[in-house]
T-cell receptor, first 109, second 113 residues
Framework: RKEVEQDPGPFNVPEGATVAFNCTYS??????FFWYRQDCRKEPKLLMS???SGNEDGRFTAQLNRASQYISLLIRDSKLSDSATYLC??????????FGAGTRLTVKP | DVKVTQSSRYLVKRTGEKVFLECVQD?????MFWYRQDPGLGLRLIYF???????EKGDIPEGYSVSREKKERFSLILESASTNQTSMYLC????????????FGNGTRLTVT
């Protein structure tokens, strides 16, 4: 079993749709969680950190469920510019960061 | 704004050549990392460094070495390039502490022929 698992997709949604991705992790000692966005042939860029109480940044909401060991990312009112691959990152220490393989999202007009 | 700069965007090398990939960060980060990213395999950690002259092996260190002589610079060395090292190489840096996210350079796409 992989340490961090994501549904690879692709998720194809129309503009304006709400879409959600999950990411499960196996290490119960994991401490910090992040979502990154990666455009085609570009580097990953930090989208948001994930806090225990859940957090929101505009149209994006991230949640953490420690009991079931998953994090989620919800995107509301999808835009064409949201098309990208979304990577989850789980850390058990500053040197122990584990990446999911990414979920590909395509938002269509 | 954090800036992580990789010396080359695209690189083509021949099998057996020694290859140097350079990475510089300007945010005084303690930690620096080298990853490679391949389709279907995601990001895999090659080496990381948590201080000057310190280095630790990641998940796939074979065929690679690293050097960190200054805090801001972390070099990845392919001693004798092979075709299976054709990949996207990503450098990243962060502050010490598990709450500190990674900041990536814009990547070096290496092709070994």
């Amino acid at each position: 079993r992989k340490e961090v698992e994501q549904d690879p997709g692709p998720f194809n949604v129309p503009e304006g749709a709400t879409v959600a991705f999950n990411c499960t992790y196996s290490n119960s000692a994991s401490q910090s969680f992040f979502w990154y966005r990666q455009d085609c042939r570009k580097e990953p860029k930090l989208l948001m950190s994930v806090y225990s109480s859940g957090n929101e940044d505009g149209r994006f909401t991230a949640q953490l469920n420690r009991a079931s060991q998953y994090i989620s990312l919800l995107i509301r009112d999808s835009k064409l510019s949201d098309s990208a691959t979304y990577l989850c990152v789980v850390t058990a220490g500053s040197h122990d960061m584990r990446f999911g393989a990414g979920t590909r999202l395509t938002v269509k007009p | 704004d954090v800036k992580v700069t990789q010396s080359s965007r695209y690189l083509v090398k021949r099998t057996g050549e020694k290859v140097f990939l350079e990475c510089v960060q300007d945010m005084d980060h303690e930690n620096m990392f080298w990853y490679r990213q391949d389709p279907g395999l995601g990001l895999r950690l090659i080496y990381f460094s948590y201080d000057v002259k310190m280095k630790e092996k990641g998940d796939i260190p074979e065929g690679y070495s690293v050097s960190r002589e200054k805090k801001e610079r972390f070099s990845l060395i392919l001693e004798s390039a092979s075709t299976n090292q054709t990949s996207m190489y990503l450098c990243a840096s962060s502050f010490r502490g598990s709450n500190s996210p990674l900041h990536f350079g814009n990547g070096t796409r290496l092709t070994v022929t």
